[in-house]
């Protein structure tokens, strides 16, 4: 009984195609919405997990002056020194350490130029970062203490200035120093900001500091905590470290900050989700459009066909029965939509997905959902017109012209 009904409703819809499929536009347009938002949302947030992740895990960077809020800078604070590195590597809540200055500059290699940012820091730099030197190698532990002019690269630098050949060994001139390459990075792509993290050059710090910027100023200092060591003892015990350090008293606020990777990424996380979920909102109430031109089109269909019901009715068919054809064709009219609905969208999602460089995240229960979601519209908006229909007089039904 049920397949004969669900037969006669495709009967239905397909008698006048063209008005089954602008009838179920508005469910389409919001599946395919509603699905590619939430992929698309899914996908950027992915990506700044992994692009947080890329920077280092249990993580804490360490900045003088305290974190302002808004369009204004940092207020004024003594810069670190080189030697609040080595206390802090004293602590044992800390694996490693990486001191890290920049300047902006213009590498020169032959006829080639990049204007680029030059990165002082150390070895340790590298672990902490998670990154990894792909040929040749890290700075020696001489060459850190000396300030030697040697050199590790990132694979824009390398396009740029080498092309594909191997860079190792090679010299390039930033500023008046000539800088021995020893190493490539492997590369890392763009961040989730659009920042080009393959677009640097490492060196010695000190040899940043002598050479380049002219001072011994650390700008920020990259913390990695010893496993197993919880985020606030560790930046509990650095703050007691650095505070005594800064000679701050007991009742002045910090003169520095430190900022865990983590939280940045759970609050980009958060904001994403959150416009995820507004745009699906607005995006949604294509179904309730969708639903209203489904009860539409089905009363209109009541009154196209009311000699047919009142035959049906005068033979002996129930009104459960008529009510029950008609609900079946408005459930089949969403569930049509819904099913190009969701193929549009991940569609959509999918090319979305390459253009902005993130990860194509479909879920399948966001799948299922707009599936379902989608019969329930036509549960919804498809139970007035079919009790209309079953309500009808057979006697007025087959006097209707």
């Known amino acids: 009984m049920l397949w004969e009904t669900i037969r006669l409703a495709v009967q239905a819809i397909t008698r006048n195609v063209l008005r089954s499929f602008l009838t179920v536009l508005g469910v389409v347009i919001g599946v395919a919405a509603v699905i590619a938002m939430v992929t698309v949302g899914q996908g950027s947030s992915a990506q700044v997990s992994a692009d947080v992740a890329s920077l280092g895990t249990n993580m804490l960077i360490l900045r003088p002056g305290k974190q302002m809020m808004g369009p204004g800078q940092r207020d004024q604070a003594p810069a670190f020194r ?28 032959g006829n080639a ?3 680029t940012s030059i990165t002082g820091t150390n070895s340790s730099y590298l ?4 990154w990894v030197v792909l040929r040749g190698r890290a700075f020696s532990e001489v060459e850190e203490r000396s300030g030697a002019a040697v050199c590790i690269i990132g694979e824009t630098v390398r396009q740029e200035l080498f092309g594909n050949t191997d860079p190792t060994g090679e010299m390039i001139r930033i500023k008046a120093m000539s800088c021995q390459v020893i190493g490539l990075l492997q590369a890392k792509g763009a961040s989730s900001f659009g920042q080009d993290q393959d677009d640097v050059v490492m060196m010695p710090i000190r040899a ?20 197993s060591v919880s985020t606030e003892r560790g930046i509990r015990e650095i703050q007691t470290l650095l505070r005594e350090r800064r000679r701050i008293g007991p009742h002045e606020e910090d003169d520095f900050s430190v900022t865990d990777l983590k939280e940045i990424a759970s609050m980009l996380t958060s904001v994403n989700t959150v416009l995820t979920g507004l745009l699906s909102s607005v995006a949604a109430v294509s179904l309730l459009v969708g639903g209203i031109g489904i009860m539409n089109i089905m009363l209109v269909s009541v009154t196209e066909r009311t000699r047919e019901i009142g035959i049906r009715l005068a033979v002996g068919a129930e009104a459960g029965q008529v009510m029950t054809q008609f609900l079946v064709e408005a459930v089949v009219l969403s569930i049509l939509g819904g099913v190009i609905g969701i193929a549009l969208g ?3 999602a999918y090319f979305a997905s390459r253009m902005m460089v993130i990860p194509f995240s479909p879920d399948p229960l966001v799948v299922v959902m707009a599936f379902g979601f989608s019969a329930l519209v036509g549960v919804i908006f498809g139970y007035f017109p079919a ?4 309500r009808l007089d057979p006697i007025e ?5």
């Open 397 to 401: 039904a087959l006097r209707y012209q």
């Open 127 to 130: 672990t902490v970062s998670n």
């Open 346 to 348: 991940l569609s959509l």
């Open 113 to 115: 130029n990049i204007a």
């Open 387 to 390: 009790r209309r229909a079953a």
């Open 208 to 227: 940043l500091q002598r050479r380049l910027t002219g001072n011994q100023d650390v700008a920020t200092i990259s913390v990695a905590l010893a496993k």
């Open 82 to 109: 080189l030697a609040d590195t080595e206390a802090l590597k004293t602590l044992a809540v800390v694996g490693s350490v990486a001191p890290v200055s920049s300047s902006s500059q213009t590498a020169v290699y």
